[in-house]
């Protein structure tokens, strides 16, 4: 079983950018697909986006395309969030996913992270 742990959250002003990592250990991340969660106060966990194992197929939450890249280093076994434009509804704890199977946002993840907190203010 891959272990995943987050990195890269904090605190920015709306407009800013964040750059997340998710780095792997325990199994190579490259037999992985790999997607980043939300979860944000009283609401429920939602996609955040997917990228497949060899990073040819990418997916996107709508409310986040055009803001939010996420790119992979399988040499580095870590996966990154780039969040651009960041908005206060952005606000959530964001959870690293993988899985041994890609199908855009309806992949199946079977290992997940602690999360890490972003906060972006008004």
């Known amino acids: 079983q891959v272990q995943l742990v987050e990195s890269g959250g904090g605190l920015v002003q709306a407009g800013g950018s964040l750059r997340l990592s998710c780095t792997a250990s325990?199994?190579?991340?490259?037999?992985?697909?790999m997607g980043w969660f939300r979860q944000a106060p009283g609401k429920e966990r939602e996609f955040v986006a997917a990228i497949s194992p060899g990073a040819t197929y990418t997916h996107y939450l709508d409310s986040v395309k055009g803001r939010f890249t996420i790119s992979r280093d399988n040499a580095k076994n870590t996966v990154y969030l780039q969040m651009n434009s960041l908005k206060p509804e952005d606000t959530a704890v964001y959870y690293c996913a993988g899985s041994t199977s890609y199908n855009g946002a309806r992949t199946r993840f079977e290992a997940w992270g602690q999360g890490t907190k972003v906060t972006v203010s008004s």
């Open positions: 325990g199994r190579t991340l490259s037999y992985y697909s």
